[in-house]
């Protein structure tokens, strides 16, 4: 079987589910810079750290996702009656589940506020803010630590992801959990575009939309609680955007805890 190259899209569509997609891509984007090398490496990782700390600062995040995990973890408790659900499978979900709420029963109600606490972490923090401004005139001791072995800056990015890699790990599986959560169904945009009504008795919060890469496009969407609009984009060479005036066949899956 020829399986088809696409392209995923992820669109968040409310504000708590906005936050926990935009922390899984910087903590995409750490994890591997970590394990290189190099010191532009260390160094990417440390810039996706301070916006790590910035979008975490926000809100009340643990709470957020004990919330999350405990509602979900009543939902699996409650299908255990039924009879046509793989046990296996969702006792190994509910022990996930525990793990991740027992973890972070220990995180600190503000996760980052050690980390807020370094002043020579906040320090360089502040000076990336500004353009260039973590020249090594600006930031000897920063320059210098970017001179320290590939071991110590690994161990120091590490010793200081360990405050807040729980709060990743929770998120993780929320989105996975989400991600599972609906149906992927076939259509077609006709000349780029396709609207789709909701039904008011479930929320959305996220829709994934699945585009063939041979096709040069991408979707746009706009939503509330009563509909979903896409409309299919393409760019041309000189990176210029303009609506596709063609039919599109996608994959679109609208999923809700």
Not at 77 to 97: G, Y
Not at 169 to 184: D, F, H, K, T, V
Not at 247 to 256: D, G, I, N, Q, R
């Amino acid at each position: 079987m020829l399986l088809i190259p696409v392209v995923t899209f992820e669109f968040p569509l409310n504000e708590r589910v906005r936050t926990l997609l935009r922390l899984e891509d910087l903590f995409c984007k750490i994890l591997p810079c970590i394990k290189e090398s190099e010191s532009h490496h260390h160094h990417s990782a440390m810039l996706n750290l301070f916006q790590i700390i910035d979008v975490m600062d926000r809100g009340d995040l643990k709470n957020d996702l004990m919330h999350d995990l405990e509602k979900h973890r009543a939902l699996l408790a409650f299908f255990r009656s039924n009879p046509k659900i793989d046990k296996a499978k969702l006792n190994d979900t509910l022990d996930l589940v525990n793990a991740q709420l027992d973890q972070l029963k220990s995180v600190p109600p503000k996760p980052v506020q050690e980390l807020k606490q370094n002043d020579w972490l906040m320090a360089i923090k502040q000076r990336g803010i500004i353009p260039g401004g973590l020249c090594e005139f600006d930031a000897p001791s920063y320059h210098f630590w970017l001179n320290q072995s590939e071991s110590k800056r690994r161990e120091d990015l590490h010793g200081w992801l360990s405050h807040i890699l729980p709060v990743y790990q929770a998120l993780e599986l929320i989105l996975n959990l989400l991600r599972g959560s609906g149906e992927s169904e076939s259509l077609m945009a006709d000349n780029g575009s396709y609207q789709q009504m909701l039904a008011s008795s479930k929320q959305v919060q996220m829709a994934r939309i699945e585009v063939d890469k041979a096709l040069n496009c991408y979707p746009e969407i706009s939503a509330n609680k009563y509909a979903i609009h896409i409309r299919f984009m393409r760019i041309n060479d000189q990176r210029q955007a303009s609506a596709c005036q063609q039919e599109v066949h996608f994959k679109l899956t609208l999923a809700s805890l």
